[in-house]
Nanobody, 121 residues
Framework: VQLVESGGGSVQAGGSLRLSCAASGRTSSAYVMGWFRQPPGKEREFVAFIGSNDGMISYADSVKGRFAISRDDAKNTVYLQMNSLKPEETAVYYC???????????????WGQGTQVTVSS
C-alpha cells in the first residue's frame, strides 16, 4: 500500500485545514487508517484513527472536538478535517495503515511521506 498525503500548508491560529491521504496498491478499506504528527524536535504522536469495518474512531484528547477523521473507501482516501488550529500543532502530519486499532506508531505498517502543517500565531 502506498500512501500520499496532501492538503498541508500554512494557516493562522484558529484556522482550518483538510488533509487527504490517497492510497494505492491494496485497497485501504482493509486497514485501520491513522493520522499522526511530528512537531519539530519531538516524537511522532497519535492524532486519530478510523477502523476498517465498523468505522470505529478514536482521537487524541488534545484534538477531540476540533478534528474529524473520515474515510471514503470508494476513493481509497482518508481525510482529517482540522479546525481551530493552534501554533503548537505545527508539525509534519502523516497518514498510516494498520491491521490493529491502536494508537501507537509501531502498530502501523504503511506510512506516507507526510505533509507540513504550519500554524502561525
Amino acid at each position: 500500500v502506498q500512501l500520499v498525503e496532501s492538503g498541508g500548508g500554512s494557516v493562522q491560529a484558529g484556522g482550518s485545514l483538510r488533509l487527504s491521504c490517497a492510497a494505492s496498491g491494496r485497497t485501504s478499506s482493509a486497514y485501520v487508517m491513522g493520522w499522526f504528527r511530528q512537531p519539530p524536535g519531538k516524537e511522532r504522536e497519535f492524532v486519530a484513527f478510523i477502523g476498517s469495518n465498523d468505522g470505529m474512531i478514536s482521537y487524541a484528547d488534545s484534538v477531540k472536538g476540533r478534528f474529524a477523521i473520515s474515510r471514503d473507501d470508494a476513493k481509497n482516501t482518508v481525510y482529517l478535517q482540522m479546525n481551530s488550529l493552534k501554533p503548537e500543532e505545527t508539525a509534519v502530519y502523516y497518514c498510516a495503515a494498520s491491521n490493529k486499532m491502536l494508537s501507537t506508531p509501531a502498530a502501523y505498517i504503511y506510512w506516507g511521506q507526510g505533509t507540513q502543517v504550519t500554524v502561525s500565531s
